[in-house]
Each structure stands twice: as C-alpha cells, then as structure tokens.
C-alpha cells in the first residue's frame, strides 16, 4: 500500500483540465501597450488604478496582420491535480506566460476548454472572473507588483475585499502570514524600504491571503540573487506542502529541479511533460 499522505495528494482532484486550449492574439501590441495586470489582478481594491508605479500605458501599437492574428498556444492539453508542483519552461516567447495567464483568468482562451475545480469557466462573466480568480487562486510574479505607497500589512490585505471578512479578521490573518514568511518585524514597511528577497516575501503572504487552491508564479526569482531565491523556494515547498497547488515558470534549472512535475513549451506546444508527481517532499521545518 501506498504511504498515506503524499499518495493522497498525488491522486487529488483535478484543478486545472485545459483542453484543446489555443490562444489567438488578433491585435499585436507592444509588451508596454498590453493591459496592465495590477489593474486585472487588483484594480477594484487599489481603487481602479493600474500598477501604481507603472509609467503611462503607451499607445497601442500599430496591429501587424491583425486578421490573421498570431498564435501563441496551439492546443493545449493538460490536467493538473490537487498537491501538484509544476515547473513550466520554455524559451522566451514560447507562450509561458500567456498559458499562466490563462490559467490565472486574466485571459480567456481563443478556444478549448478550461475547467478550474471542475467547473467550466471558458465563458464566465468579469465578476465571476474576478470573484474566483481573487478566491482560489493566488499569484506571484517576477516584478513583485507591490503598491509602493502601501505598507507591507496593506499589500497583503489588498485581495481581502473577496474574503467576506472583516478588516480587523483580514488585519489578524495579514499579520500572520507575514510571520509565516519571515516578516513579523517589517509589517509596517513599504516596499521601498525592503529588499527584493522581502518584497517577494510579502508578496507571498499577499497571495496566500484567501487561502488559495492554486498559486500561479511567472519568473518569481527571476530578479533576486540565488540564495534568496532559494529562501523563496523553500516558502513555495512550505506553501506546496499543505496541499496547495503550484504552476511555476522559470528559465532557471535548479528552481524547476525542486518542482514534482516538469512540463516544457516550444512555439505553443506542450513538447514535454514528466507527467504528474508526487507532491513535493515537505520542507525542513
Ligand atoms: N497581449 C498580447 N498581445 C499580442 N501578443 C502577445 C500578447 N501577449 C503575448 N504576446 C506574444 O505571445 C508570444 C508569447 O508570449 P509570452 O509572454 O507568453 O511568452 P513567454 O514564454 O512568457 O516569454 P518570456 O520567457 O520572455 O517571458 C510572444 O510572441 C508575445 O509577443
Ligand atoms: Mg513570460
């Protein structure tokens, strides 16, 4: 018989089914011309506004081939179950982000299907969207996407207007989890005032908030050093453990090599997968 536990979790429920999954982008903008994610992500709670510290969205860009469009996923099958963690590489521009993206519903396939916790939510309206996305899933990104004139204990408190709970259950919860990552002593803090390593760490705390089922982290130790980012990765172990999902993208060969599951994009295309694995070991305590 199998050891209790890590089994469980391996055979757990699917979280992700994408099927037949392709992503059409009609109009082609520059990267600085694309919508901003803060606003997608957190733009009801940071009162509408768009990444604080992003400059000005430029002008979209002039639509190259704009009826044809260009193809970025083509066709995408993939199950991810309860416990995974899933490195997901590939060389840039193969569609990485835009598959997480995806995922994350900050964006909708141009067709297939994707079910999220069984449910199909390739057709949903933008309040279900949001509604779920800031309830059972969590995001991290490479850039921290922190408000700068927000204290740490604020920037984790930011997805809590989904929780249905109190300021004063919301606050206790954001002091907690800033403790679980190694913050109790910088809750009052602003980003400028930490270092990289800590603002990912907030960061962390701030998607752990609604207890997510799935936590989706584009290049999170793409901007800190390699002991930091191994700091960072113990977090993701720690968080994995407890039976939350993770998909992780990273160019980085030691941070996939932590993952269980190993999955690899070329031009659209899964071309790789070492198929699902064992949860994570738990970390060192
Ligand atoms: N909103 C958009 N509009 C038009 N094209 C886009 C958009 N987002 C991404 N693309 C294009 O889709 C392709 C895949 O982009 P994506 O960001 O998913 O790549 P990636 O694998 O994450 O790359 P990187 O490793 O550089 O982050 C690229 O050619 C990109 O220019
Ligand atoms: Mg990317």
Same mark, same amino acid.
């Given at each position: 018989?199998?050891?209790?536990?890590?089994?469980?979790?391996?055979?757990?429920?699917?979280?992700?089914?994408?099927?037949?999954?392709?992503?059409?982008?009609?109009?082609?903008?520059?990267?600085?011309?694309?919508?901003?994610?803060?606003?997608?992500?957190?733009?009801? %709670?940071?009162?509408? @506004?768009? @990444? *604080?510290?992003?400059?000005?969205?430029?002008? *979209?860009?002039?639509?190259?081939?704009?009826?044809? =469009?260009?193809? #970025?996923?083509?066709?995408?099958?993939? &199950?991810?179950?309860?416990?995974?963690? #899933?490195?997901?590489?590939?060389?840039?521009?193969?569609?990485?982000? &835009?598959?997480?993206? /995806?995922?994350?519903?900050?964006?909708?396939? &141009?067709?297939?299907?994707?079910?999220?916790?069984?449910?199909?939510? $390739?057709?949903?309206?933008?309040?279900?969207?949001?509604?779920? @996305?800031?309830? !059972?899933?969590?995001?991290?990104?490479?850039?921290?996407?922190?408000?700068?004139?927000?204290?740490?204990?604020?920037?984790?408190?930011? *997805?809590?207007?989904? $929780?249905?709970?109190?300021?004063?259950?919301?606050? $206790?919860?954001?002091?907690?989890?800033?403790?679980? !990552? =190694?913050?109790?002593?910088?809750?009052?803090?602003?980003?400028?005032?930490?270092? =990289? =390593?800590?603002?990912?760490?907030?960061?962390?705390? @701030?998607?752990?908030?609604?207890?997510?089922? /799935?936590?989706?982290?584009?290049?999170?130790?793409?901007?800190?050093?390699?002991?930091?980012?191994?700091?960072?990765?113990?977090?993701?172990?720690?968080?994995?453990?407890?039976?939350?999902?993770?998909?992780?993208?990273?160019?980085?060969?030691?941070?996939?090599?932590?993952?269980?599951?190993?999955?690899?994009?070329?031009?659209?295309?899964?071309?790789?997968?070492?198929?699902?694995? %064992?949860?994570?070991? *738990?970390?060192?305590?």
């Amino acid at each position: 018989m199998a050891p209790a536990g890590s089994s469980a979790l391996a055979t757990g429920q699917p979280v992700v089914e994408l099927s037949g999954i392709r992503k059409v982008f009609r109009q082609v903008l520059a990267p600085e011309a694309r919508p901003g994610l803060f606003a997608r992500l957190w733009g009801r %709670a940071a009162g509408g @506004r768009d @990444r *604080p510290d992003a400059p000005a969205a430029a002008a *979209p860009d002039v639509a190259q081939n704009a009826e044809a =469009g260009v193809e #970025v996923l083509s066709g995408i099958d993939l &199950t991810i179950r309860a416990g995974e963690f #899933v490195a997901l590489q590939g060389t840039s521009g193969s569609g990485k982000s &835009t598959l997480l993206h /995806l995922m994350g519903l900050l964006d909708s396939p &141009t067709s297939g299907t994707y079910r999220l916790l069984g449910r199909d939510v $390739s057709h949903l309206a933008d309040d279900e969207l949001s509604r779920l @996305r800031n309830t !059972v899933l969590g995001f991290v990104f490479q850039s921290f996407y922190l408000v700068p004139y927000a204290t740490a204990l604020e920037n984790v408190m930011l *997805p809590g207007m989904y $929780s249905g709970l109190s300021q004063g259950e919301l606050r $206790s919860r954001g002091l907690e989890l800033l403790d679980r !990552v =190694g913050l109790a002593d910088r809750v009052n803090f602003k980003p400028a005032n930490l270092s =990289g =390593g800590q603002q990912q760490r907030v960061a962390m705390a @701030r998607a752990l908030l609604n207890r997510p089922r /799935l936590i989706l982290a584009d290049e999170p130790t793409g901007q800190l050093d390699s002991a930091t980012s191994a700091d960072i990765m113990r977090l993701f172990a720690q968080v994995n453990a407890t039976g939350t999902s993770i998909v992780l993208v990273t160019h980085d060969e030691d941070v996939a090599a932590q993952a269980g599951r190993l999955i690899r994009i070329a031009d659209g295309r899964l071309v790789s997968d070492s198929g699902p694995g %064992a949860p994570s070991v *738990p970390a060192p305590a």
